[in-house]
């Protein structure tokens, strides 16, 4: 549909009008009331109280402040080429969401919705421009007004406002219902878009769920495969490589998990990570029993989280295979994760086992586990430090909750 700068006319039954009896303060003061009633339809489209709300809002309002019985708000529906009566006031029951009217030329509200141009019927009994629709004769509309519902795209409907009385929608009239339909008609196109904004949105937190999904199968398909070659292999040491690379790979695994599950893919409950983590390790290393103590709502970036569980996986599975080769192999890992102020948490893994050898330096070895957790330890920008037990050792690891 064509736009111009330049103001459309109305068309308006060739009729001389006169003008009404008020005085002069009183119709002053039915101009203020006017300009008021927009402000407070602009301030309604700006808060957004609801759609269908603004729409109630507009109907009231719009007949309030021209003085009219009747207003309805009417939805253009394509397919039927109808217009449904969405808001209204004045109505008999089962009027609004229920009835509509012809959406063509012969239509008042179909000629202002499918040329733009403002109607104004002040003797809708003497009409022979356009055929009065069934829903006005039943209610005894004597004059009826109409604009369009215009956003930036496709029209919305039409704002009409009716009325029993013989008075006559005169211009100002007119410039005062233009003036409602452009608020509302703004604000549905604020509606659309936000609409079409939230399912993009919904389209995108699917398409990442999804790609979490596929990505943990993939990665359970690498751990199955790792766990297979490990069977094979005849050499001892090789095969606990594999062993190893295998649970770190399933710590991965497990984070996208849980993020195709989550609504929020950008934060992670680190507690409950770890906790799964623990459970996990606790089924591969049958002869050590791990106690996990998890403090919730321990809210981090999800990267922050998959650093800080690849930490827990290393420092377990060490305390798993070696803590305890003194004592038979058989002992227990106890692991705790809580906040230890506002912006800052702690991981601690804790054994009863051997200790560690005299001189040792963590991280300092050709051992990749500790190296990874002295790594992994750095990119969190945290603290590790190593207390001995007697008996065992206990590694903390204290880091900040955002970078």
Request: glycine fraction near 10%; proline fraction near 4%; aromatic fraction near 6%.
């Amino acid at each position: 549909m064509p736009h111009s700068d330049r103001p459309v006319p109305p068309v308006v039954e060739s009729t001389s009008t006169t003008e009404a009896a008020d005085p002069l303060l009183h119709a002053l003061r039915h101009r203020v009331r006017q300009q008021e009633i927009l402000a407070e339809l602009g301030v309604g489209a700006l808060q957004g109280p609801g759609f269908d709300q603004l729409l109630d809002d507009t109907a009231r309002l719009t007949a309030e402040g021209l003085r009219t019985e009747f207003c309805k708000v009417l939805e253009y529906v394509p397919t039927e080429n109808r217009l449904l009566v969405r808001a209204g006031v004045g109505w008999e029951p089962g009027v609004v969401g229920a009835v509509s009217i012809g959406a063509d030329l012969a239509s008042p509200a179909g000629f202002a919705l499918k040329t733009g141009r403002p109607v104004i019927s002040n003797h809708l009994e003497n009409e022979e421009r356009f055929r009065t629709p069934e829903l006005l004769l039943e209610h005894g509309i004597h004059r009826a007004m109409n604009v369009i519902l215009q956003g930036d795209g496709q029209p919305f409907g039409v704002l009409e406002v009716d009325s029993r009385s013989e008075d006559e929608f005169v211009e100002h009239d007119l410039a005062f219902l233009q003036g409602a339909a452009n608020i509302l008609g703004m604000a549905i196109e604020r509606e659309r878009h936000e609409r079409s904004l939230k399912a993009a949105l919904e389209r995108q937190q699917f398409l990442l769920k999804e790609m979490n999904h596929r990505v943990k199968n993939s990665l359970s398909l690498v751990v199955g495969m790792l766990r297979l070659q490990a069977r094979e292999d005849s050499h001892p040491e090789f095969a606990q490589q594999l062993e190893d690379a295998m649970l770190r790979v399933g710590a991965i695994a497990r984070v996208h998990e849980q993020l195709y599950q989550s609504a929020d893919v950008e934060r992670f409950d680190v507690g409950r990570y770890i906790e799964g983590i623990c459970k996990d390790l606790g089924a591969s290393f049958g002869q050590c029993e791990i106690h996990v103590q998890a403090q919730a709502g321990i809210i981090i970036s999800t990267d922050r989280a998959i650093s800080s569980a690849l930490i827990v996986n290393e420092l377990v599975s060490n305390a798993a295979k070696h803590a305890y080769q003194g004592q038979g192999g058989a002992g227990s890992v106890w692991v705790n994760i809580a906040t230890t102020g506002v912006d800052s948490f702690f991981i601690a893994i804790r054994d009863e086992g051997d200790g560690l050898p005299e001189g040792f330096e963590f991280g300092k070895g050709k051992g990749l586990g500790a190296r990874m957790v002295r790594a992994l330890t750095e990119q969190l920008n945290a603290s590790l430090e190593v207390v001995e037990q007697r008996p065992g050792v206990e590694f903390v690891v204290t880091a900040p909750l955002a970078p």
